[in-house]
């Protein structure tokens, strides 16, 4: 620690003195801080740019490269009350008829007898019922039939009817209900259909008598066949399951729901007909034409903007300020600057303009191998006429609903057809290759927001940079020091000299 000393011999502002020295000294150090600032800089917008492309890979998977996007139909049904009609895989047109002749339902039943339980809010302690069982539920699948793992729940005396419910509801294949007026249950399968010579719930317990809990508690027949079969009275107290019963094209089909799916196509009867609904399809050419406009406004949106990048001003004169310049300015001063800072510094960016070729040339060649269009220009889409606009690709939307409604599945081809080789890939398949390989370029130089500098090539420069200043740092803390000590080591000089004339002086003057 240097002994610091005044001005008070001298007379000298020695603290402004050293500052001015400081500041000069300084300059390299600044000049290593605005490095660093603008490599930053660079890789934020490396990273914004990589942003966009993920942005266009994502928009080209999730539209012209699922086949999806291109089977979108519109349905045309004569009895939409009675049916209704919505395509899943089908690639092709679709017609027909269904009569609708029984609908599926599912199979329920009730107690046959009051319960012992009055409050299904209280414990069952409260009914004398003692210690624990293993209630278990079978029933029918979405499938017709009856359920192999069936469910088991654990009941105590301590749970409440109201606790039991929920569970069973939440995780069995029956939905439960207690009516505290009546104090009777039901349940109900959740899924509809019967299963022929068979029952579609069955419930047991491992309890004994007069403790079991569906026959002695809560009064009810352990499966709904038997529950359905009238008492002497002619009461029921359940129901079977039963079938969707269908004409489909004059033949008779049985499904054990009422939405069912035929050929890609699914269908879902809502309620019995006389007369067979009448059904047919045909491309849903407005829904396809507004995927692809999404992928081409997204791909002409990225080219714009690295366009924008690729060809911005650099301004040499404009270098990133120091917290000292910055103090002798307005924040509106500041934003200026930093706005010519900050430009050009992807300017002719190899990898950037590299990527915009790659894409031109994706789009130009044709995919060999297709059964009808081969280019994009085939279905009405390329590229702008003006060079400036880098390749940006315009639609003629006659052109290309024209194509859609003639074949919509050529057109996914033309996107999407898989091959060994480039030439033989489809449009988008050729984009998203030539995309993931810029975008591991980018992260390579750049990294994400998530990696250490130590990964990516600007990272290892950062890096450098920090060190190069806390080495300067150090530095320049031993030369503020010298200072300090030549200063004090003058100050101490001149207040010896100075005390030895005062010395002098009042010796002559006695």
Same mark, same amino acid.
């Given at each position: 620690m240097v002994l610091r000393i005044g001005g008070l011999a001298s007379g000298m502002d020695i603290d402004t003195l050293v500052e001015q020295l400081m500041t000069a000294e300084r300059v390299p150090l600044d000049k290593i801080n605005q490095k660093k600032t603008y490599t930053e800089w660079q890789r934020d917008d490396y990273r914004e740019m990589n942003s966009l492309l993920l942005d266009l890979d994502n928009t080209i998977f999730n539209g012209v490269a699922k086949q999806a996007s291109y089977i979108k139909k519109t349905v045309s049904i004569s009895n939409s009350d009675a049916l209704s009609v919505k395509n899943v895989n089908s690639t092709i047109d679709f017609s027909g008829s269904i009569k609708i002749n029984e609908l599926a339902s599912a199979a329920t039943m009730q107690s046959f007898t009051d319960s012992k339980i009055r409050d299904s809010?209280?414990?069952?302690?409260?009914?004398?019922?003692?210690?624990?069982?293993?209630?278990?539920?079978?029933a029918?699948?979405?499938?017709? +039939?009856?359920?192999?793992?069936?469910?088991?729940?654990?009941?105590?005396?301590?749970?409440?009817?109201?606790?039991?419910?929920?569970?069973?509801?939440?995780d069995s294949g029956v939905t439960a209900f207690f009516d505290n007026k009546t104090q009777r249950i039901s349940f109900t399968a959740k899924n509809t259909g019967g299963i022929e010579g068979a029952p579609e719930i069955i419930l047991s317990?491992?309890?004994?008598?007069?403790?079991?809990?569906?026959?002695?508690?809560?009064?009810?027949?352990?499966?709904?066949?038997?529950?359905?079969?009238?008492?002497?009275?002619?009461? +029921?107290?359940?129901?079977?399951?039963?079938?969707?019963?269908?004409?489909?094209?004059?033949?008779?089909?049985?499904?054990?729901?009422?939405?069912?799916?035929?050929?890609?196509?699914?269908?879902?009867?809502?309620?019995v007909t006389t007369e067979a609904v009448t059904f047919s399809s045909t491309p849903d050419v407005d829904g396809i034409l507004d995927t692809i406009t999404q992928f081409v406004n997204k791909y002409n949106e990225l080219v714009e903007k690295i366009r924008a990048k690729t060809t911005e001003t650099k301004y040499r004169d404009y270098q990133p300020l120091t917290d000292a310049q910055k103090e002798d300015m307005s924040e509106d001063e500041i934003e200026k600057w930093d706005k010519l800072a900050k430009s050009g510094t992807l300017k002719n960016d190899s990898i950037l303009n590299n990527v915009l070729t790659k894409m031109r040339s994706n789009f130009s060649s044709p995919v060999s191998g297709t059964s009808t269009y081969s280019q994009l220009s085939q279905i009405g889409i390329s590229t702008t006429a003006n060079y400036l606009d880098g390749g940006k690709l315009t639609i003629d939307e006659d052109k290309l609903r024209a194509a859609?409604?003639?074949?919509?599945?050529?057109?996914?081809?033309?996107?999407?057809?898989?091959?060994?080789?480039?030439?033989?890939?489809?449009?988008?398949?050729?984009?998203?290759?030539?995309?993931?390989?810029?975008?591991?370029?980018?992260?390579?130089?750049?990294?994400?927001?998530?990696? +250490?500098?130590?990964?990516?090539?600007?990272?290892?420069?950062?890096?450098?940079?920090?060190?190069?200043?806390?080495?300067?740092e150090d530095k320049l803390k031993l030369i503020e020091n010298r200072y300090w000590a030549r200063f004090t080591a003058m100050e101490t000089a001149i207040n010896k000299a100075n005390s030895q004339s005062t010395y002098l002086t009042n010796m002559f003057s006695s």
């Open positions: 809010s209280k414990k069952l302690s409260d009914i004398g019922f003692s210690g624990s069982q293993t209630i278990t539920i079978s029918i699948t979405k499938d017709g +039939v009856i359920q192999e793992n069936s469910y088991k729940l654990p009941i105590s005396e301590d749970d409440t009817l109201d606790s039991i419910i929920t569970r069973i509801n939440k317990d491992d309890g004994d008598s007069p403790n079991k809990f569906f026959n002695n508690i809560l009064g009810i027949n352990s499966n709904n066949d038997l529950a359905a079969k009238p008492r002497e009275d002619g009461t +029921v107290f359940g129901t079977a399951g039963t079938n969707a019963d269908i004409t489909y094209n004059g033949l008779n089909i049985t499904r054990s729901s009422n939405t069912f799916t035929v050929n890609g196509v699914e269908f879902t009867a809502k309620k859609i409604s003639a074949d919509p599945n050529a057109v996914y081809e033309l996107f999407q057809k898989d091959g060994s080789t480039s030439s033989e890939q489809g449009i988008a398949r050729r984009l998203r290759d030539t995309l993931k390989t810029a975008m591991t370029d980018i992260t390579a130089k750049a990294g994400k927001t998530t990696s +250490v500098n130590n990964t990516f090539t600007l990272g290892k420069v950062l890096n450098n940079y920090a060190s190069q200043i806390t080495r300067f």
